[in-house]
């Protein structure tokens, strides 16, 4: 089974700093690109980055310039070097895979995965 854990949330100032980290593990084939997404309190998902397998990355606009995505290959990780932070990025941060398992009996196919999001919490 595949699974996803984050880790690297907290609390943190205004104008501070976190990085997060996620680590996917189990019987995967091939990693087609990973991201994070965040949640606020009342409000829905949003994306918020994403790394391709060929190192291509996308932000969404709010986070351009103050945050970074990254990816360690062969850990099966990404990070997101949150710089500048604001309290509007206070959320639940979850990370996103789209990867390829290798089958257990079935047709190879590629699926989507969620860790159990880490909350990032930037006091004012």
């Known amino acids: 089974q595949v699974q996803l854990v984050e880790s690297g949330g907290g609390l943190v100032q205004a104008g501070g700093s976190l990085r997060l980290s996620c680590v996917a593990s189990?019987?995967?084939?091939?990693?087609?690109?990973m991201g994070w997404y965040r949640q606020a309190p009342g409000k829905q998902r949003e994306f918020v980055a994403e790394?391709?397998?060929?190192?291509?990355?996308d932000y969404t606009a709010s986070v351009k310039g103050r945050f970074t995505i990254s990816k360690d290959n062969a850990k099966n990780t990404v990070y997101l070097q949150m710089n500048s932070l604001k309290p509007e990025d206070t959320a639940v941060y979850y990370c996103?895979?789209?990867?390829?398992?290798?089958?257990?009996?079935?047709?190879?196919?590629?699926?989507?995965?969620w860790g159990q999001g880490t909350q990032v919490t930037v006091s004012s």
């Open positions: 996103n895979a789209d990867l390829r398992p290798y089958p257990n009996g079935g047709d190879w196919a590629d699926y989507e995965y």
């Open positions: 790394i391709t397998h060929s190192g291509r990355t």
């Open positions: 189990g019987s995967i084939f091939v990693i087609n690109a």
